[in-house]
């Protein structure tokens, strides 16, 4: 049902939205790590107006909370998913964005962590996920990809790997929740980084794809629930 429920929401999507590479990692070609938000300030905003006939809004967004795997930060203000991956540097750069509003108690983010840019992304979002506080392990990656972005070196990140390579069956289960994850992206078509769906107080579901500045950010904050 819930597979299904995404097929015929993607139909429509797909059709409504603009993608805009300037500011989103895509999956077979992500901008340098090196890279900065001087160019990446364009977004395509979109609502999910495909959302299955039986469903509202409101009900496809709780079959998300049940669905998807996340990492949430911030108890205060609207709530979005935000879909990143560790080999995205637009997604860390919505992250720090992110960050300053979670912290003035703003926003409430659920991270989903996915893994489509490179082989690397897999096990680095399985060692945040499976970690005994994901929140720290994931502040702490983001942190180390924020030294590798401004030294122009790549991040040094913990991967979910035992002693001899092979994964654990903390791993596995943790893997296992990241494909599921990836699976959703597919499925509602999406290819580029980040990406932020919520649930506006009036409407469709919504969709940012690419970086948004803080400023719309802000602006958009009071028409989400």
């Not at 500011?23 to 905003?45: R, V």
């Not at 049940?66 to 911030?74: A, D, F, H, S, V």
């Not at 992250?95 to 489509?116: D, F, H, Q, S």
């Not at 990241?178 to 980040?194: H, K, S």
Request: with cysteine; charged share 20%.
């Amino acid at each position: 049902m819930f597979k299904k429920s995404l097929v015929i929401m993607a139909r429509t999507l797909l059709a409504a939205w603009l993608v805009s590479s300037i500011s989103a990692c895509a999956k077979k070609t992500p901008p340098s790590s090196t890279s900065t938000g001087s160019a990446a300030t364009a977004t395509a905003t979109s609502s999910m107006t495909a959302t299955p006939s039986k469903m509202t809004p409101s009900d496809f967004w709780q079959l998300m909370g049940k669905k998807l795997t996340y990492i949430q930060e911030g108890h205060q203000g609207p709530v979005v998913y935000d879909f990143t991956d560790t080999n995205c540097p637009f997604c860390h750069l919505l992250y720090v964005t992110e960050a300053r509003l979670i912290r003035e108690g703003k926003l409430t983010v659920r991270y989903v962590p996915v893994a489509i840019i490179k082989p690397s992304s897999m096990p680095e979002a399985a060692a945040i996920l499976q970690a005994d506080n994901p929140v720290a392990a994931l502040q702490k990656a983001e942190d180390a990809i924020a030294k590798g972005m401004k030294t122009g070196k790549p991040a040094n990140l913990a991967r979910a790997t035992d002693a001899i390579g092979k994964a654990s069956p903390k791993t596995i289960a943790a893997i296992k929740k990241i494909e599921a994850n990836n699976v959703f992206l597919q499925e509602i078509g999406v290819d580029d980084l980040p990406d932020i769906i919520y649930l506006p107080k009036k409407g469709k579901l919504g969709l940012i794809t690419g970086l948004i500045s803080e400023k719309k950010l802000t602006e958009l904050l009071p028409q989400i629930q």
